[in-house]
């Protein structure tokens, strides 16, 4: 199990846009379904986007879909969450982790996260 760590996180106004970016240690992302997750205080964790192994097909949350775009940097070797439009309810610590298939939850261990404040 590879250690997962997120970055891209911050604070954005409503209408703007960030990229997160996910990496792994001891792993290659690109054979692995990698799906992003967030989290709010006392919630728990939800699924956003996914990306299958292999082939690269893409699956979102219905409330991100048109919004949120997730993708493989082939030459980094992360798994990107492009978040544009991006509204207050989308406020979260942003977490991302192997699954065993999309729309399933996650096998290894939640990394450090990273946080998204949208607010005015």
């Known amino acids: 199990q590879g250690q997962f760590r997120e970055s891209g996180g911050g604070s954005v106004q409503p209408g703007g846009s960030l990229r997160l970016s996910c990496a792994a240690s001891g792993a290659r992302l690109d054979l692995y379904d990698i799906a992003w997750f967030r989290q709010t205080p006392g919630q728990e964790h939800e699924g956003v986007a996914c990306?299958?192994?292999?082939?690269?097909?893409?699956f979102y949350e219905d409330v991100v879909k048109g919004r949120f775009i997730i993708s493989r940097d082939k030459a980094k070797g992360t798994v990107d969450l492009q978040m544009n439009n991006l509204k207050p309810e989308d406020t979260a610590v942003y977490y991302c982790?192997?699954?065993?298939?999309?729309?399933?939850?996650?096998?290894?261990?939640w990394g450090q996260g990273t946080q998204v404040t949208v607010s005015s």
């Open positions: 982790a192997a699954v065993h298939r999309c729309g399933s939850t996650p096998y290894t261990p």
């Open positions: 990306i299958v192994g292999y082939k690269d097909d893409t």
